[in-house]
């Protein structure tokens, strides 16, 4: 009997991602329910979920008719309960090598244990990414397409290794790289690869997909590092 699709998980990586960078700081206060629906392509329900999840580990706290803020001492909670990450500092080459040797590998699991609901949400990723008004935008659907893969893979080994490679991308070194390189040109580029990418994998076509993510991750570390 296979495990139950946890729909939440790529909204609470998400935010989890912007308070570890320091996008929301204690004090903050959250946007609204409505638009984190919006945003991040997900129900109202589940937005909801995830804030009680946040609040019930004192990451945020939450006031009748005033809003959701981020909680004072934010920094010591998340010292507390997330763990440390091994890598304090990964470089753009280190990262795209790792990325190169290590992605490929999961199309097997994603074309063995993808969901309906999974396929649905890469297209969803696509269709934020094509229709960003920034780079910075786009990087984030970017980073939430690949993280949507990773999930598909229902495999939660993969996806907190893939969680760890999505942290090393919300460095600065990485970050200034893609800004340079990430033409209109190159941006249109790698939408249609993602799009068939998306496409191979919904017709569980492992050979197709693996040869087109590799063909992508290579395009882009050309297009960031040259080589």
């Not at 999961?106 to 890469?122: N, P, Q, S």
């Not at 598909?152 to 070194?173: K, P």
Request: include cysteine.
């Amino acid at each position: 009997m296979s495990k139950p699709i946890d729909n939440t998980a790529p909204l609470r990586h998400a935010l989890m991602e912007k308070l570890r960078a320091g996008g929301w700081k204690s004090g903050d206060r959250l946007p609204p329910e409505r638009e984190l629906s919006q945003t991040y392509a997900v129900g109202r329900a589940l937005v909801r979920r995830v804030l009680s999840e946040f609040k019930d580990k004192g990451y945020i706290t939450q006031a009748v008719g005033s809003g959701t803020y981020v909680a004072p001492d934010l920094a010591a909670r998340l010292q507390a309960t997330e763990p440390v990450a091994p890598v304090t500092h990964t470089s753009p080459a280190e990262l795209m090598e790792a990325r190169v040797l290590m992605e490929p590998v999961m199309i097997d699991l994603v074309v063995r244990h993808g969901t309906a609901a999974d396929f649905k949400r890469m297209e969803e990723c696509c269709a934020r990414g094509e229709a960003a008004q920034t780079l910075e935008e786009f990087e984030h659907w970017d980073g939430a397409l690949h993280q949507a893969i990773a999930d598909a893979s229902h495999n939660n080994f993969v996806r907190s290794v893939f969680q760890l490679m999505n942290t090393a991308r919300e460095q600065g070194d990485w970050g200034m790289l893609k800004k340079k390189s990430a033409t209109p040109e190159r941006r249109l580029v790698y939408q249609r690869e993602h799009r068939d990418l998306v496409a191979a994998l919904k017709d569980r076509d492992s050979e197709s997909a693996r040869r087109l993510l590799t063909g992508h991750l290579l395009q882009v570390r050309r297009n960031m590092l040259g080589y």
